[in-house]
């Protein structure tokens, strides 16, 4: 089975700083892609960020970057220049290939400070 | 393009009653996943389907949940007989086949989600 553990349950960081999000995850499969998910309070679900685990290199979306170490099986996010706006719950999440399962961990709460 | 729909918003029921939640899917994707959201929680599959079929439900409890997508586009939850242990937000979210290019199959797409509450 798979597991995605995220060990923070809230952050906070000032305006125009700099955050990062730490994920671990567990499974023997060799063929899956990682994702961090934004929730905005009262909004719903959207893609931050996506890596697939067979690239070396680590995804980049303007301010959003990560960190993706495989051996350890570690996925943080990185969030440079931070704004209000990126106040949200950040979710880590797993897909394993074949079948497209989906599994979440449990979520850190972001707060920027102005 | 027109994202995932989801109605109703929410819903606020009493314990043993019986609700239904449906969701529309972005159009031409194939996969269409039912996720509970506990207040505090992560998302929980609940039941994924490829077109009309079921690809994974072992978390669904079926004693109670029931969901179909008989035309393998739009599709409806339900609970019957709701707990208060039900109250969540119930999210859908659906992709792209495999291997479309631009993101296929690997992106889901969320609804607004359904905020329900058993009294």
């Known amino acids: 089975a798979q597991t995605v553990t995220q060990s923070q349950p809230e952050m906070s960081v000032q305006e125009a700083e700099t955050v990062t999000l730490s994920c671990t995850y567990d499974t023997s499969e060799n063929n899956y892609y990682l994702f961090w998910y934004k929730q905005p309070p009262s909004r719903q679900m959207i893609l931050v960020i996506r890596?697939?685990?067979?690239?070396?290199q680590n995804a980049t979306e303007n301010r959003f970057s990560v960190n993706f170490q495989k051996a350890a099986k570690s996925f943080s996010l990185k969030i440079s220049d931070s704004q209000l706006g990126d106040t949200a719950m950040y979710f880590c999440a797993f897909m394993k290939r074949p079948g497209n399962q989906f599994y979440f961990g449990t979520g850190t709460s972001l707060t920027v400070i102005p | 393009e027109a994202g995932v729909a989801q109605s109703p918003r929410y819903k606020i029921i009493e314990k043993r009653q019986s609700v239904a939640f449906w969701c529309n899917p972005i159009?031409?994707?194939?996969?269409l996943y039912w996720y509970q959201q506990i207040l505090g929680q992560g998302p929980k599959l609940l039941i994924q389907f490829q077109n009309n079929g079921v690809v994974d439900d072992s978390q669904l409890p079926k004693d109670r949940f029931s969901a179909e997508r008989l035309k393998g586009v739009d599709s409806t939850l339900k609970i019957q007989p709701a707990k208060l242990e039900d109250s969540a937000v119930y999210l859908c979210a659906s992709s792209s086949p495999p291997g479309t290019s631009g993101g296929g199959g690997e992106t889901q797409y969320f609804g607004p989600g359904t905020r329900l509450l058993v009294l």
């Open positions: 159009s031409g994707h194939a996969t």
């Open positions: 890596q697939e685990a067979y690239k070396q």
